[in-house]
């Protein structure tokens, strides 16, 4: 299912206990373009402090009351390690929350497939090995987690917020088509699936979807990103509808416009749909 990133920010985090604030903003690796943190404001409860937690710890979401349970409890959330404001996340801090709450890191984990450092396999996302959140800060600092927090003190350039994103101008191969107004997420492993281009400026009152994989460079001082595609076929493809739930049939229309297989084809169809589209 995709969710829009616009739409999830504002739910309810529901800890074992009570509530622990709400979703402000997601943090995604611009190497696999996938969600890792969810960034919680907990508003007056904790005196406008904001945590970070990964959004693979989440129980199944109560759409009806704009919420998500989490197995945590609030004196957990409490004493998880601070988000110092307007500052990047470094690894270091990673690697803190990730062994205070049991967690395997993100970039230390495997799918199915074999794919290193956590990455997406092509046609899904293997979310951290899950251990038990009961004993959240009660542990020891392993050496091998100890000795990787004093290697990794900067931050990673890897991570993004998604608010910072929007307005990120977009380019096709041929000028520019708009700017990002919004993200398209995988609730099955997080991954974004689309960027959300507002056309306005170029091609009023249209709205359309750009893969990630379908860039070619991303400028990030400059604010610019730079896709594959040429304006003509943007400019003819099909529109994108907030309003509207975005259903497999859409995506399939979608990428077969720009003649593009699919990221849910496994690797050997996605390759012979690839070669039969370029035919």
Known sequence: MLWSASHVVGFDIEAKDGPIGRVADFLFDDAAWTVRWMEIDTGTWLSG????????????????QRAFPVELTRKQVEDSPDLAEDEPVSRQHEIRIYDYYGWEPYWMVRSWAGWAGGYPAPFGVVPPERFPLATAGDRPLAPEIAKEIAARSEGDPHL????????????????????IDDFLLDREG?????????????????KVLVAPQWMQEIDWPDRAIYCELSRAEVQSSPEFDPA????????????????KPGYWLPPQAA???DRADRR
């Open 49 to 64: 402090r904001k945590v970070l937690i990964p959004p693979s710890c989440l129980g199944e979401p109560r759409p009806k």
């Open 244 to 259: 509207r739930p975005f259903e497999r049939e859409a995506e399939e229309r979608l990428h077969r416009h720009y003649r």
């Open 271 to 273: 390759a012979e749909d």
């Open 190 to 206: 997080w991954a974004i699936r689309y960027l959300v281009v507002d056309t306005g400026d170029w091609w009023p009152g249209k």
């Open 160 to 179: 993004h917020s998604t608010e910072d994103v929007l307005g990120h101008r977009v380019h096709a191969s041929d000028g520019e088509i708009g700017h």
